[in-house]
C-alpha cells in the first residue's frame, strides 16, 4: 500500500500503458488497478450541420478553373 502511495503516478501510467497491478496491505491482495478502454464512438460523420450536404462531384468541383490556371499541368 505505502509503494502504491509514493509511485502512484508511476502505477498508473505503466496500468494506461497495459501493465495493470495489483494493491495489497500486509501481503493481502485488495484491488487490481487497470486501464479503461475508450469508450466506443461511432463513425466519424460529415455534413452533419443542418442544411449542409456535400455534392457527389465536390472532388472534381473547380477543375477547370484549376486545370487553366497550372495549364494543364498536372
Do not use: N, W, Y
Request: net charge negative; glycine share 12%; aromatic share 4%.
Amino acid at each position: 500500500m505505502h509503494e502504491a502511495k509514493t509511485q502512484l503516478s508511476k502505477l498508473v501510467q505503466a496500468a494506461v500503458d497495459g501493465e495493470p497491478f495489483i494493491i495489497a496491505r500486509s501481503g493481502t491482495p485488495l484491488v487490481k488497478v487497470t486501464s479503461l478502454e475508450a469508450p466506443a464512438t461511432g463513425p466519424r460523420r460529415t455534413g452533419f450541420l443542418p442544411g449542409l450536404s456535400v455534392p457527389p462531384d465536390f472532388d472534381r468541383m473547380g477543375a477547370e478553373e484549376i486545370e487553366s490556371v497550372l495549364g494543364g499541368r498536372g
